[in-house]
């Protein structure tokens, strides 16, 4: 995610980290070329060229704003849905470790080592959880939190994170059955639980189902063919200046089209994606610092992209 001031007028121009021009300047840059070749060729053979209305690129215009903003609202829909889900993560953890605080007695070993060991299980299913959103190894960063028996019975586990929650509650029924927390306390700690679990199904649900392919399918072509055609429907009104305004209208509809391709996939790495190493960090923290364990460095911005 890029962290930055919002830039001055001047820079406004010039910022490219962040930007999406990087990724479709290819495009840009071949739709303008295309344009100087046909307004050279009207400069010089201006008969090849007849007069056109530009009311059909007109109207496909206004439809295919009309198409990009519909799906760029839909690619924003599944970004925030994602940033929001793993904001109720933070909070559902954060009420796992008060609760917990609450009902068990920090002052004696076997309290403290309860209250230790379910954050360090909280922690672990948070990690893994981001692991699983962004396909990398699922045991990264977990060897702090789970132990060598930890890691024995989740050896088979097709779904680590889910696995994590099972062997939460697991500490949870133990704590009831030795009779350190009651029934009806043992309900509201499950609440906080399931509460994980939904959030983390959520973000199941985003990254297991794209948006379908069909559509984005015909989107890219109209796109492509409106800004392939452009420079000849403009060339017999604006001459010389087609290469500049075909410019112009392909950096805003290739730029939609390819931030909104960006932004439906959330947990990736891309400098638009969610933060979720930082997210994840930052959840650990919390739950490191309410039962005095070291904590590790939060996560800052490397060339104003969060990660």
Not at 46 to 63: C, E, V
Not at 128 to 150: F, Q, T, V
Not at 203 to 231: D, G, K, V, W
Not at 262 to 288: C, H, K, V, Y
């Amino acid at each position: 995610m890029i962290v930055r001031r919002n830039p001055g007028f001047l820079r406004l121009f010039l910022v490219v980290r962040g930007s999406i021009l990087p990724k479709i300047l290819p495009k840009v840059l071949i739709i303008t070329l295309l344009a100087l070749l046909v307004a050279e060729l009207h400069k010089y053979f201006p008969d090849l060229f007849p007069d056109y209305t530009t009311a059909p690129f007109t109207l496909l215009g206004i439809s295919l704003s009309l198409f990009l903003g519909f799906r760029n609202n839909a690619s924003y829909d599944r970004w925030w849905e994602g940033r929001r889900q793993w904001g109720q993560m933070l909070i559902d953890s954060r009420n796992l470790s008060r609760q917990l605080a609450t009902l068990l007695d920090f002052e004696v070993p076997e309290g403290r080592q309860r209250l230790r060991r379910i954050a360090h299980l909280n922690a672990a299913f948070v990690h893994a959880a981001r692991n699983r959103m962004r396909g990398i190894d699922p045991w990264h960063l977990l060897d702090d939190h789970l132990s060598a028996a930890d890691r024995t019975m989740l050896a088979g586990r097709g779904n680590l994170p889910a696995g994590i929650l099972h062997l939460i509650g697991q500490e949870l029924g133990g704590c009831f059955r030795r009779g350190e927390i009651s029934d009806i306390a043992l309900r509201d700690l499950n609440t906080s639980v399931n509460s994980l679990s939904l959030a983390y199904g959520s973000c199941e649900r985003i990254l297991n189902t794209p948006l379908p392919f069909a559509y984005m399918l015909l989107l890219h072509r109209t796109a492509y063919l409106y800004c392939l055609l452009l420079p000849w429907g403009l060339v017999a009104a604006l001459g010389l200046a087609t290469p500049v305004i075909s410019a112009i209208i392909a950096y805003t509809f290739f730029g939609f089209d390819a931030l909104s391709e960006e932004l439906a996939s959330p947990f990736g790495t891309e400098a638009n994606d969610l933060p979720l190493n930082a997210m994840a960090r930052n959840i650990e923290i919390e739950l490191l610092e309410a039962v005095g364990e070291p904590l590790p460095p939060r996560l800052t911005p490397k060339n104003h992209v969060l990660l």
